[in-house]
């Protein structure tokens, strides 16, 4: 129990005269003296209770006071039963002390408060419950999700013990979500990365207007540097004040909490791998009936969850696409990240991992996910990340079907492009900043793209693959210059007249005059396309 538990309807009818901020100690029992210095006796985390015989003049309370303090114990009940109200100067020296000050009123006996609390408290019972949770860990992990849920409303009915388990983007993945508000999960969330990216021992105690907590890092293991990924435990109470005990059972959750989240992940691979094949078809330019067939089976996989028909999500839905990239960041922290921002309990996020970046491919289900709302959604990240650290994502607009996967990942890339160039730690740009050539690239359905591109690129790469000419090469400094001969010889580091031959043999190969504008427009969008 918590000592505020002393302040609740149905317990003694006791008066807080001190260190109200301190009232989420852990009470692990009681003891009743009246010694001037009972500091030997005292193990950590009692209830003192006091008829105050030892005061004799009023430098004793401070004396009293810090001996119970150094002692151990949670909080002082001064009985007014014997010597009356009780004295301000033991009062003060409570608030000196950050020791919360009860007045048991006469008419209430010790044994009565004794009573209540033995009721209350049981570190017997947490030893019982940390060999169960201990025991337990094997079972969840080859449970399905409840697993962490069914533990946490264990503990919170046998020990009145809250706890969650939260994402680095503050989603609460177990626990009772409508004890943590959105604000305090927030941050708390910013207090653990933080401490994380200081390398801060846990456990971290963080005291927040509804009270003290304390948090656990639950690494999936040692060997994998990506805290920005991982979950953490949050407990209510300080957990450096608990009986050796209660600390063990915390110790056990965590690891319990790190279990599940192995499990979680062992059980994504088969959906990483669909998202690598769906990232590796987009980029050799795969014939959308292939990309549909491979979105087909990660659809029906979410269908396990969701129910709606998996077919007609993947040829007929829409899509959207995001780029991210990592700036300072161990290679898989941004695809783990976003596997679990944007995953969610039925994970529908195909997200494949590039190094230090992501792409996601995420059915549209209830409309587009605004710029805006992702940049709120991983806002909490920032705490984690050091003085180099930055994520930078660009969001497509949507795709309907397959077909228009390519261009929605190049509408993706563009505006990440223009989330890198602005100041911040994480930023987000979404399609409607995007005001060029690529919002119209990324409308044109693949084959006509395909067709375009081979019309004026094809020629021109089988002769540099025969010749070693390095003419597309020179095409695209050509078109980088303005068509500038002196600038563009320059940057190529060739002669003038080499440059005129190689541009001449463009232009027989393709038909095309590169000192016109229409045919150097032309030019320009294959390349990007391509």
Not at 19 to 47: C, I, K, N
Not at 121 to 139: E, G, K, N, T, Y
Not at 259 to 265: G, M, S
Not at 298 to 326: D, F, I, N, T
Request: with cysteine; glycine share 8%.
């Amino acid at each position: 129990m918590r000592v505020r538990d002393l302040l609740a309807p149905g317990a003694p009818r006791l008066r807080l005269l001190a260190a109200e901020e301190e009232l989420d100690r852990q009470v692990s029992g009681v003891m009743t003296t009246d010694l001037q210095d009972p500091g030997r006796y005292l193990h950590g985390g009692e209830l003192v209770l006091t008829g105050m015989l030892w005061r004799t003049v009023p430098a004793d309370s401070e004396r009293f006071v810090r001996t119970l303090a150094a002692g151990g114990a949670v909080a002082l009940a001064a009985g007014e039963a014997e010597v009356g109200p009780v004295p301000e100067d033991l009062v003060e020296a409570c608030r000196r002390h950050r020791m919360p000050l009860l007045a048991v009123p006469d008419d209430i006996a010790f044994g009565t408060v004794t009573e209540f609390i033995g009721r209350q408290v049981s570190a017997d019972r947490a030893a019982d419950l940390a060999a169960l949770v201990d025991r337990h860990r094997l079972l969840v992990s080859a449970a399905g999700g409840g697993g962490l849920d069914a533990v946490l409303d264990l503990l919170g009915g046998d020990l009145d013990l809250d706890c969650w388990v939260l994402t680095p983007t503050a989603a609460v993945i177990a626990g009772p979500a409508d004890r943590l508000s959105a604000q305090d999960r927030d941050q708390l969330v910013r207090a653990h990365l933080a401490a994380q990216r200081q390398r801060r021992r846990p456990p971290h105690r963080v005291r927040l207007a509804a009270g003290s907590y304390s948090l656990l890092p639950a690494p999936v293991s040692a060997e994998r540097e990506a805290p920005l990924a991982d979950w953490v435990l949050a407990v209510a109470g300080d957990v450096t004040e608990w009986t050796a005990k209660r600390q063990q059972l915390a110790e056990n959750l965590a690891r319990l909490v790190a279990a599940e989240r192995h499990r979680r992940d062992e059980g994504r691979r088969l959906r990483r791998r669909l998202a690598d094949e769906v990232l590796a078809l987009l980029r050799r330019d795969a014939d959308p009936a292939e990309i549909s067939r491979t979105l087909y089976a990660s659809s029906a996989m979410a269908a396990r969850y969701e129910g709606p028909e998996p077919k007609s999500q993947a040829e007929e839905g829409s899509w959207l696409v995001l780029s991210a990239e990592g700036t300072g960041l161990p290679e898989g922290t941004v695809r783990a990240v976003l596997e679990e921002a944007l995953g969610g309990a039925n994970d529908r996020a195909l997200v494949a991992g590039t190094g230090t970046g992501a792409v996601v491919v995420l059915p549209v289900l209830e409309g587009p996910v605004p710029a805006d709302a992702l940049r709120e959604l991983l806002a909490p990240l920032e705490a984690g990340l050091g003085s180099e650290g930055r994520i930078t994502l660009g969001v497509s607009a949507p795709a309907s079907g397959a077909g228009g996967l390519r261009g929605a990942l190049e509408e993706a890339r563009h505006a990440r492009r223009i989330a890198a160039s602005r100041v911040g730690r994480v930023c987000v740009a979404g399609p409607e900043e995007l005001a060029s050539h690529v919002l119209l690239l990324a409308a044109v359905p693949d084959e006509v793209r395909r067709a375009f591109r081979s019309r004026l690129l094809d020629k021109v790469i089988a002769y540099d693959i025969e010749h070693q000419a390095d003419l597309v090469r020179t095409l695209e400094a050509f078109l980088r210059s303005d068509g500038s001969w002196t600038r563009c010889a320059a940057q190529l580091h060739v002669h003038v007249n080499t440059l005129r031959y190689r541009i001449g043999r463009i232009e027989e190969l393709t038909g095309r005059d590169l000192s016109r504008l229409e045919d150097r427009v032309d030019f320009y969008l294959a390349l990007e396309l391509a």
